[in-house]
């Protein structure tokens, strides 16, 4: 399909009364296509608040399933985990049900509508921004909406995993679940968190997928993902504590951190380990090195440049026999960087990270 806006069919809109009046007897309003003004729940990028408020949503093949160029929503899907396999059932197209104002702006007609419009909003967003950056979905990815997780030996999964979102490779798809905790914006409605997600689907495409690795089977692996996608999660919304308005877990990448020597003992150590926290480490010392204003802050044009430098980075980074440190993405991102930061950065790495300078391969020895 062709990137170009003119090749994106204009949405065909039916008056607002008439909508209300079809949804009314049973009908739906014609499925629109293209890019619709839609009211979503979103984050205001001058306050830096959410709210409900009119948008662009782009690139939909369906209004009514929520199909799009990068992403499908969809439900009734499960997740049923046997003893050596998963089995996915991938469910039917989301059913979208909206009223069009008289201006033609798409009006969600319940909750789940509103809330998996804004959620198909936020990924394909990050969708269009890595794609600008040279990455390219290698398939559409699927959204499984509230759906049903099975175990053979534990049993229904659901009431385990709620409050959060997840990209499962092995389905090529995102996992939203319900949230059980009374938060102001639910980590599906998060823009940062789902730039977050997709991250990790970008991640594992550009630097474990030719070679089949699973990063989950990893821990240092598995820290490398979730610091990487917590950059990416800033470089989309420009937050360094995007998380917060969700839940507060001291994940603020403008807080700089040391990596201790019993913090690397505890990742190599083989038992049950946070991969969340040492690849946020790992993130704020990539996030420090970044050029920043008199007040502090990455300009846009600077988090657009650390988009196209993480991708570089991921497409270099080395796979001996599959085996990563966390270290590893610091390291190949050092080369990234104009010759005049390299010193900088590397002094900066080898002091915030200084248990790992013997894999900084690629810095001058301290």
Request: glycine share 8%; hydrophobic share 45%.
């Amino acid at each position: 399909m062709s990137d170009s806006e003119d090749d994106v069919p204009a949405p065909r809109r039916l008056p607002g009364v008439w909508c209300a009046a079809l949804l009314f007897l049973g009908c739906q309003p014609a499925d629109l296509s293209g890019s619709v003004e839609a009211y979503v729940y979103r984050l205001d990028s001058a306050t830096r608040a959410y709210s409900l408020e009119r948008s662009a949503v782009d690139n939909l093949e369906s209004l009514r399933g929520l199909q799009g160029r990068d992403v499908s929503v969809r439900a009734g899907s499960e997740l049923n985990s046997g003893l050596l396999d998963l089995q996915v059932v991938r469910g039917a197209p989301f059913q979208l049900e909206w009223t069009a104002d008289a201006e033609g702006v798409v009006q969600p007609a319940d909750l789940q509508s509103l809330y998996a419009l804004s959620l198909y909003r936020n990924l394909d967003r990050v969708a269009a921004l890595l794609r600008a950056h040279g990455h390219v979905p290698a398939a559409r990815l699927d959204v499984f909406y509230f759906p049903r997780m099975d175990s053979l030996v534990l049993g229904d999964g659901r009431a385990g995993f709620t409050d959060n979102a997840a990209f499962v490779p092995q389905a090529n798809a995102f996992l939203i679940v319900p949230s059980f905790v009374l938060a102001d914006v639910p980590m599906f409605l998060n823009e940062g968190v789902m730039a977050h997600e997709f991250g990790h689907a970008t991640i594992h495409q550009e630097l474990f997928a030719p070679t089949g690795s699973h990063w989950l089977e990893n821990a240092s692996a598995a820290s490398l993902h979730e610091g990487v996608a917590d950059l990416i999660g800033f470089a989309a919304t420009g937050d360094p504590n995007y998380i917060g308005p969700t839940v507060d877990i001291h994940r603020d990448l403008s807080v700089p951190r040391d990596y201790t020597d019993g913090e690397l003992d505890q990742l190599l150590s083989g038992g049950e380990t946070d991969p969340h926290f040492h690849g946020s480490v790992m993130a704020r010392a990539v996030y420090e090195l970044w050029p920043k204003s008199p007040e502090g802050s990455i300009s846009e044009a600077e988090r657009s440049r650390m988009l196209s430098v993480i991708l570089a980075t991921l497409r270099t980074i080395p796979l001996a026999d599959g085996q990563l440190s966390l270290a590893s993405f610091p390291n190949w991102l050092v080369p990234q960087l104009g010759a005049e930061e390299r010193a900088a950065a590397c002094e900066l790495l080898l002091r915030r990270l200084a248990p790992l300078a013997a894999e900084f391969t690629n810095c001058e020895a301290p």
